[in-house]
């Protein structure tokens, strides 16, 4: 399956939904992206947060961005938070799902009706250092716990599974002595996320990335 036959041949920007929990560095590399020219073909359609105030939010309002956020402390019962929160994402319409630092489980409703059409990034070379438990500034902290000496970034389409979903692209990034976590995170962050995330997506939005037996290939 060739992901954005669809948006390309009836010649329309792919509509990206982009998910954010924190400071929002990989949403204002995507927003880069498409203001320079990296990413063609595609447009941010809203950005959906799942806390009221993070800096994420102030960059999609600075950017001219619609922007909601939806949490699962605000509902009952993750059953209804779950259905809340795939109808918010139904009603955007959108092409392609980007989860920039999302640390909301998703319904597995939704991974099946958007099966790759969502895509994650996430701070280290899958499958190293990947997994449940394994998010933010505690992958940094794992990498160094453990004495490797290249980590990286990884984009990849997200199923049913926690970062088990096939590779689009990833870039490696040399450990150094004397690194903290912060100071890791900063170079794999600067080094490797906010390049390959928007590369992934430009592929996307031009029809060069194709899913066969569960792995990418780039067309
Ligand atoms: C990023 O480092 C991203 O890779 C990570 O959260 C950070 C969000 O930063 N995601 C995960 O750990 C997902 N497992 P940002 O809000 O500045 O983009």
Not at 78 to 97: K, S, T, W, Y
Not at 156 to 176: C, N, R, S, Y
Request: glycine share 8%; net charge negative; hydrophobic share 40%.
């Amino acid at each position: 399956m060739l992901i954005s036959d669809d948006t390309t041949t009836k010649s329309r920007k792919l509509r990206i939904l982009v998910c954010v929990s924190g400071g929002g560095t990989n949403l204002q590399a995507i927003i880069d992206g498409i203001g320079d020219g990296r990413i063609t073909n595609a447009e941010i359609v809203c950005v959906i947060s799942n806390n009221k105030k993070n800096y994420a939010l102030i960059r999609a309002e600075e950017n001219g961005i619609p922007s909601l956020s939806i949490s699962p402390k605000d509902y009952a019962d993750r059953e209804q938070f779950n259905q809340a929160f795939l109808d918010a994402v139904n009603g955007m319409q959108p092409d392609l799902i980007v989860l920039a630092g999302f640390l909301v489980v998703l319904p597995e409703e939704m991974t099946v009706q958007y099966r790759n059409r969502i895509i994650n990034i996430h701070p280290s070379l899958i499958p190293s250092f990947c997994g449940k438990g394994y998010y933010g500034l505690k992958v940094h902290e794992k990498v160094l716990e453990r004495g490797v000496k290249v980590t990286g970034a990884t984009v990849h389409f997200v199923d049913e599974g926690t970062d088990t979903g096939p590779i689009i692209l990833q870039k490696a990034v040399e450990v150094e002595d004397g690194d903290t976590p912060e100071i890791l995170q900063k170079r794999v962050m600067e080094q490797a996320e906010w390049v390959i995330l928007p590369e992934a997506i430009h592929m996307i939005a031009n029809g060069k990335v194709a899913v066969e037996d569960g792995k990418c290939r780039r067309k």
